[in-house]
């Protein structure tokens, strides 16, 4: 039978998350919502730029929050950061992925300009750190485990601007899926949220980010995008019970944006 609602459904699990960059972050979104669910946290933090943000953020959840630093586009990092999460603890539960890039002059004017190097560095770190992090957290998950990635419509339609972005999140996507055929017989399951426009750090300098979201008011069958919160709380289904037989899926939180034609 499955297990009953439970107000504390992640109590017990420990999170190692990826990408909070400050307070508007969808990664800190997620993060306080596995924690209000019972979780422990772990933090990654991209550079001494991030470190003072995320002690703070972390600092709310207690002084112990551990929060080591993880640039994911180098796998030495990637190590020293699990090495650091095994002083902690033996096994790890569920594992949020929130981190994207895409050189700036890539995410303006066309595709068709994409430069090898913009093309390389998007698909690094913003797609293969995926696959990085899964080939880590799997060993340390015995007992089965979430993996959370987020992703964004422009992976599966052209989006203006998004160019390069929505071909890595492309291979976001199908990396989640052959890491669900790969981890499934371990029972861990991975899934992509893919979010509608949401105002972060990632959004901000956008050119015309303001007309996205009034074209989601207009356009979505709810009439707006989603909130940070509303995140966090599909991030807490995903990590639960009542997704044990949800992997490989993109799950769409975006009031209903995705299924329009016109
Ligand atoms: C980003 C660019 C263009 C259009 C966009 C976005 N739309 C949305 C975003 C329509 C919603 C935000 N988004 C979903 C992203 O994944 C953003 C990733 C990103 C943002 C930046 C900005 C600063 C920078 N590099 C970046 N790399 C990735 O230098």
Same mark, same amino acid.
């Given at each position: 039978?499955? /297990? ?8 017990? !699990?420990? $999170?190692?998350?990826?990408? =909070? ?6 990664? +800190?979104?997620?993060?306080?919502? +596995?924690?209000?669910?019972?979780? %422990? ?23 112990? =929050? ?14 020293? #950061? #699990?090495? !650091?999460? !095994? ?14 890039? $895409?050189? %700036? ?5 066309? #595709? ?6 913009? #093309? ?5 770190? *913003? ?21 959370? $990635? ?6 599966? %339609?052209?989006?203006?601007? @998004?160019? =390069? ?9 199908? *990396? ?10 371990? %029972?861990?399951? =991975? ?24 074209? @989601? ?10 909130? /940070? ?27 209903? @944006? ?5």
């Amino acid at each position: 039978m499955l /297990t009953p609602m439970n107000d504390k459904p992640l109590s017990g !699990k420990t $999170a190692v998350v990826f990408g =909070v960059a400050n307070k508007r972050s969808i990664a +800190w979104a997620i993060a306080k919502a +596995w924690s209000d669910a019972g979780a %422990k946290l772990i933090f990654n933090y991209q550079g001494d730029r991030l470190k003072d943000n995320v002690e703070q953020l972390a600092g709310t959840f207690g002084d112990d =929050v551990p929060l080591y630093p993880c640039d994911v586009s180098s796998d030495e990092q990637i190590d020293a #950061f #699990f090495a !650091k999460v !095994k002083e902690h603890t033996d096994t790890i539960d569920l594992v949020l992925h929130s981190v994207a890039f $895409a050189p %700036k002059e890539a995410l303006e004017g066309d #595709f068709l300009s994409t430069t090898r190097e913009a #093309f390389r560095v998007s698909h690094d770190i *913003s797609a293969y750190s995926l696959v990085a992090l899964a080939q880590r957290a799997a060993p340390m998950m015995p007992n089965g485990g979430s993996i959370v $990635a987020m992703s964004y419509y422009g992976a599966a %339609k052209v989006v203006p601007n @998004y160019n =390069v972005m929505g071909v890595a999140k492309a291979s976001l996507e199908a *990396s989640t899926r052959y890491l669900a055929y790969d981890l499934g017989p371990k %029972k861990i399951r =991975v899934n992509c949220i893919s979010a509608g426009p949401v105002q972060t750090l990632a959004a901000r300098g956008i050119a015309g980010f303001g007309t996205m979201i009034k074209h @989601y008011e207009e356009h979505a069958p709810l009439k707006r995008s989603c909130s /940070t919160d509303e995140l966090g709380a599909t991030g807490v289904f995903l990590a639960s019970e009542g997704a044990a037989s949800i992997t490989g899926q993109v799950l769409y939180v975006d009031g209903g @944006y995705q299924i329009m034609g016109m």
